[in-house]
């Protein structure tokens, strides 16, 4: 299996305890088990809800473009910035590597802004070093027959790709443990419902209320 990974060397240790006005969500999931629809869906509902555009080697497909779904890099200008410490996480993921820019989270969670990321669970793991209270969220599919018949359906990857994405879908699925919350993508409009109470049960930790409401909690005299 080749999902190789390193971290990022310019991690910030204030950077793993600092609570941030904004919430950092983080989705991972096996090719097929319907991540990018659930979190495009989730987009469309919430505008508060910003994504997170990694950068990656790999072509675009489909109707891909530049800076909306992925930036598209060679590989030389990603060497350069994992030599200027500008990733927060990357990983070689099915041949391709991705990376996660850290300023680019820290900016958006610092002015207030939710940010949620895609990314393989490898790289979410290395997020919550890097960010302490990221929320991690595992997307399931329902069965391994289903999982086939998404990547088949998809129509996007020749029949030795889709047999890769099988066999890395078990190493995948087994770290789900590892996240907070684990949605099952049965039924897509239950899978959004799951994902959109998460993203809304954030929004009501003490903290966030706290910083949100101040001016209740004053006159409550609630310190």
């Known amino acids: 299996m080749n999902m190789d990974c390193a971290p990022s060397t310019a991690l910030d240790a204030s ?12 989705v991972a999931a096996p090719s097929g088990a319907g991540k990018s629809s659930l979190v495009k869906a989730l987009l469309e509902l919430d505008a508060q809800v910003q994504l997170s555009v990694s950068h990656t080697t790999r072509a675009p497909r489909g109707q891909e ?8 890099v060679s590989d030389a200008e990603f060497d350069a910035m994992i030599a200027a410490g ?28 939710d940010v949620i990321l895609e990314i393989d669970w490898q790289g979410a793991l290395q997020i919550r070093r890097a960010f302490a209270n990221a929320v991690l969220i595992f997307i399931l599919p329902p069965s391994w027959e289903e999982l086939r018949a998404r990547l088949l359906r998809r129509g996007e990857d020749r029949p030795e790709v889709i047999a890769l994405r099988l066999r890395n879908a078990a190493e995948e699925m ?47 005299n609630i310190s």
């Not at 600092?18 to 950092?24: A, K």
């Open 15 to 26: 950077a793993a305890t600092s609570d941030y006005p904004g919430n950092l969500f983080v």
């Open 86 to 113: 500008a990733f927060v996480e990357w990983a070689n993921v099915h041949g391709h590597r991705y990376g996660t820019s850290r300023r680019a989270i820290e900016e958006r969670i610092a002015s207030g802004a």
């Open 174 to 220: 087994a770290h789900a443990h590892e996240f907070d919350y684990v949605i099952i993508n049965e039924v897509f409009e239950r899978a959004l419902f799951d994902l959109k109470a998460i993203v809304h049960a954030q929004r009501l930790r003490y903290v966030a209320q706290r910083r949100l409401r101040p001016e209740i909690f004053s006159a409550l």
């Open 65 to 72: 473009r530049h800076g909306r779904e992925y930036f598209f």
